[in-house]
């Protein structure tokens, strides 16, 4: 098993969570080349991960059939010995199907498993674990498949040099405005609507709670398309506290290198939090309360003690209602539970 191809390509969160499985893959398998199946707004991302050898693009199962038939061409000409989806659609099966790839693993879920030779029960659906660990039993079962020992990983999985994050620093300073003597605290409003977020007006009533409690600058991130939320959200709150909007930046590589320059990241279960976790920054985080979307289920990378969630009550009326999640008491929580970080 020279050569493995791990397929993690969905949202930027998910992906982050496969972190720890390419670790334990190559820490386990060290004379392996791990190469990732990724989406475009992904690969940036996947480059930075110490663990993988080779990306590889997949222009998704939308693409023209031209730009599917070269992945395919390209899957074929790389000859792996193993392939290896984290999660199991039709389109991942039959493309490593088609591809002639010997040894296809995926977990045992809808009909698409027939395409996979190799087939671990997992039943995701129960929310039993959180997702990076039924990643990890992937692995785990691909390893005792062959009769490798385990190397099981820890975290953080990210990090860049003090000489990459003094210059991040000194580039955020001149391009934001920052003071460099004191802490930053990212807010991260936006959602890639896979999940429920807090409003505005909760977000609002957040920063400035912690604002009132530790003397920090907030610097509110905008995604594609989400510039107008922090513009919204910075007239809420700039006559409170200090803060300032980041919604350009030079690529992901640039927007994560900055998350590393923060004290604090607070935000809903998105992908900039799980990104922010795999550095270790802390993270405040908040979650809906329905089995498939559980603080449990999208547990971030955080080493232990480094997060802290929130979410709304339980019960069928109330799991996905974030209007119930009371602001006063995060803040109360927060600023006892962030204490160490900030010194």
């Not at 222009?59 to 992945?71: E, G, I, N, S, V």
């Amino acid at each position: 098993m020279k050569k493995i191809l791990v397929v993690r390509n969905d949202k930027i969160g998910d992906f982050m969570l496969a972190w720890p499985s390419f670790a334990m893959l190559k820490q386990s398998l060290p004379e392996s080349h791990i190469t990732a199946l990724v989406p475009n707004y992904t690969a940036p991302i996947a480059r930075l991960c110490p663990w993988i050898d080779e990306v590889i693009i997949d222009p998704t199962k939308k693409a023209d059939k031209a730009a599917q038939a070269a992945l395919l061409d390209t899957l074929k000409a790389e000859r792996f010995d193993a392939g290896i989806c984290l999660f199991s659609t039709g389109y991942n099966a039959m493309l490593l199907w088609r591809a002639g790839i010997p040894y296809r693993l995926a977990p045992a879920t809808k009909l698409a498993q027939v395409l996979f030779n190799r087939r671990l029960k997992q039943r995701r659906s129960q929310s039993a674990k959180p997702e990076f660990e039924y990643n990890l039993d992937l692995i785990r079962f691909f390893l005792r498949d062959h009769g490798l020992a385990i190397e099981e990983p820890r975290g953080p999985y990210l990090h860049f040099s003090p000489q990459a994050l003094d210059a991040q620093r000194a580039k955020l300073v001149d391009q934001l405005g920052l003071d460099p003597d004191k802490r930053w605290c990212f807010v991260h409003a936006g959602s890639g609507g896979s999940a429920n977020n807090l409003s505005l007006a909760q977000y609002a009533a957040l920063i400035q709670g912690v604002g009132a409690s530790v003397d920090c600058q907030f610097v509110l991130t905008a995604g594609p398309g989400e510039e107008a939320m922090a513009a919204s959200l910075y007239e809420r709150v700039h006559p409170h506290v200090s803060a300032v909007v980041y919604d350009r930046n030079d690529g992901l590589q640039d927007f994560t290198c900055s998350l590393a320059c923060a004290s604090l990241f607070m935000a809903g279960s998105t992908g900039p939090l799980h990104i922010a976790a795999a550095l270790d920054v802390p993270t405040l985080g908040f979650f809906p309360n329905k089995r498939s979307a559980t603080p449990l289920r999208w547990k971030t990378l955080n080493t232990e003690g480094r997060h802290l969630a929130f979410c709304p009550p339980a019960g069928k009326e109330t799991e996905t209602d974030m209007s119930l999640i009371e602001i006063d008491d995060v803040v109360t929580q927060a600023v006892t539970w962030a204490a160490p970080y900030w010194s």
